[in-house]
């Protein structure tokens, strides 16, 4: 399902949807097309894009065609989704250590729903970091390791 999704090749195509994605959210994918977990995303994704065609602009992006974004928000695994508003990055507490990015795959398409109108009606109250509406058990673990640079 991931050719029903608008891909950003470039880091120009990505910085112009930041910038110009006005009173929507943006929400971007990162991750691999071939990936198991991407497709997964992918299908849930492409699902709910026509139900939120009025609050959200999605694509995808490829990890490897934009190193410069994948460094900058520590992408390290994949699939990663981040949320804008307006230019500005939100970040969604899901009772995970990451707050910047949801990483893996969404349970159901309702879930990522229920987190984007979470998003656009917390950015639109100005707040830049809201509250996941999603149940702990529905939002992937993982650990992070930090190392000393």
């Known amino acids: 399902m991931s050719y029903l999704l608008t891909g950003l090749k470039q880091k120009k195509d990505v ?3 930041i910038k110009n994605t006005e009173d929507k959210v943006l929400v971007l994918r990162f991750g691999r097309e071939k990936d198991l977990v991407c497709m997964q995303l992918d299908d ?3 699902k709910s894009s026509q139900e939120l065609s009025r609050m959200a602009d999605i694509y995808k992006v490829e990890v490897d065609d934009v190193p ?3 460094k900058y928000f520590d992408i390290t695994l994949i699939p990663a989704t981040i949320f804008f508003f307006n230019g500005q990055h939100i970040k969604v507490d899901y009772g995970t250590p990451d707050h910047t990015k949801f990483i893996g ?4 398409k309702q879930d990522f729903i229920d987190v984007v109108e979470v998003v656009l009606r917390g950015a639109t109250r100005g707040k830049l970091i809201v509250t996941s509406p999603l149940d702990p058990r529905n ?5 992070l390791l930090y ?3």
């Not at 939002?139 to 650990?143: A, E, G, S």
């Open 15 to 17: 910085d112009n949807a």
């Open 147 to 149: 190392k000393d640079i």
């Open 105 to 108: 795959s969404f349970k159901t």
């Open 68 to 70: 410069v974004y994948t």
């Open 139 to 143: 939002v992937p673990k993982y650990n």
């Open 44 to 46: 849930i994704l492409a």
